[in-house]
């Protein structure tokens, strides 16, 4: 029996789990951090439009919990991510209630699942039962609202119940008619998405003006769909596929009739929408939509497998999150074949000496791509990886560069091994490798490569997120003289300024002023900017809840730093190492006198009786929100 805290101080609950098999213990954690990680992913995917890991990786995640909550289905909770649709309303857009849930589909990874999927319902149905196999579109979903043939609001799929109205921004999609040559009431489901021309064409411009590009369509599509700038989004070009009919007042019997109805009345469908009967037809559909994959203008994520009588698919019924009458088969990561032109070397923030393609360009996975990572140099030497080689890439889970292999039996006569090498390529010192690891690293610290990473690192958005310092203009203030360390960004005068190429008076301003904001930063932010090795955001935010301000760290041991709960001695001696050195010293010295915010976010903690437990907050409560409860769990957890 264990004693668990009645965080209003009124009762004890009472809990046993000395019965618990280990295997169903350690489910239950990993069902916890799986959730945990899934959540965070969903946020930066669906909300921000910022994902950090790859769809395959994300659809790794989710059928690992799918798998677990399967096996152990008491453990199975109304807010598990397998039981919502993934996005949320953003409050700077009024929320649209759907009246027709805008549900997500179930993944499918193989042949034999889509097979046990089609041979399920033929064996329902009968074997002439008829599917429908469709391309899936990365891009947007949203719902599109007809009243007497005329577009009245439109609005993104949000939780699948509960979305945002974009009327005035999706009336700037061309595709997208103002009024349909019928007079109906009807509300169709379509994605929104980018050419990857389009793609092209605004990252060229976002070049030529020093700002950040868009890192593939799926993310500028749905960036750019919630702008609140109309004009914006009608320059950028978006497009639209129709693939469903959401409600109607005229009764159709299949779904290739209703689509053939929206074509009629004006609307642009689905490119790729083919009818299929039995197993074998629509694995063919299946295979023939992957062969166009790479020669389509628009990406796709997968092939939508979907049951095409109507009425079948009201008996077939859904689940909270999906219709059990489609599935969504996704490829596996795509990988074209380029050539090795040459091999270059990156100085990274913290000295790391990373090697770069630069190869013919192709396009993996919706992107251009001219350079590719080589990780480390034993990776180069493991793979025999040549200038003049031909190589198949692919995007490591579908977001980093890399080379898969080498084609040797087409590689030149003349070819030479590739040689690491001994010094710093950008201030000549000699490369040290580091004990333990593959990597070398430039450990002058007056190298103006770490200078110059160091300082984009530090203004970057996730860190001080300073908005009108890009890459271009840091270079600018370094080559200029203007700052020789971090600090010295906030001695930056608007007459230097000005001096920069692309300033003008109000450019001026506003970096001012985002300078002047970041200041107000809290704690962990800074700690990430400075780059300490090892440390991210997690660990940074974790270390500024533990200290009441950035002094402490200069008087803190590795001993005391690795008993921080998820600060490991690796991290603390780099905390350590960081702090005695004189430059960080004087770096925190001009921030402290030029008043950034050195101050941390120390929690004042009630009790630890909650430490080591696992909390799931599910339900709705009186008087209190669930996030509310969340702190307050942690006030009685460390």
Known sequence: MEEQLNLFGEKEVVIDNKNEDVEYTKAKIEIKKLRKEIKYHNELYYNQDAPEISDYDYDMLMKRLKMLEAKFPDLITKNSPTQLVGGTAQKKFSEVSHDVQMQSLNDVFS????????????????????FVVETKIDGLSVSLEYVDGVLVRGSTRGDGITGEDITENVKQIQDIPLKLTTKDIIEVRGEVYLSRENLDKLNEELIAQDKPLLANCRNAAAGTLRQLDPELVKKRGLNIFVFNVQKSEIKFATHKESLDY?????ITTIAYSKVAVGVQDVLECIKEIGELRATLPYDIDGAV???NNLSLRETLGVTTKVPKWA???KYPPEERESVVEDIKIQVGRTGKITPLAVIKPVRVAGSLISKCTLHNFDYIKELDIRVGDSIKIRKAGDVIPEVACVIKEKRPANSTIYVAPFVCPICGEELEKEEGTVDLRCTNNECDALIYRAICHFVSRECMDIDGLGDATVEQIIDKGYVKDVADIYSLTPHQIYTLEGFKEKSVKNLIDAINK???????????ALGIRHIGKKAAKILAEHID???DLFETSEEELSSIDEIGPKMAKSIVEFMQKEKTKNIIQKLDAVRVNLKGNKKELLSNKLAGLIVVITGSFDNISRDELSKLVELHSR
Do not use: Q
């Open 262 to 266: 929206c074509k009629n009345a004006g």
């Open 111 to 130: 042949f034999e699942e889509v097979t046990e999927f089609v041979e399920k319902v033929i064996e329902e149905f009968g074997k002439d039962t008829e």
């Open 518 to 528: 970041s200041k107000e930063n809290t704690l962990d932010k800074l700690i990430f």
């Open 549 to 551: 301000s950035i002094y």
């Open 327 to 329: 599935v969504a088969y």
């Open 305 to 307: 497998v979907k049951v």
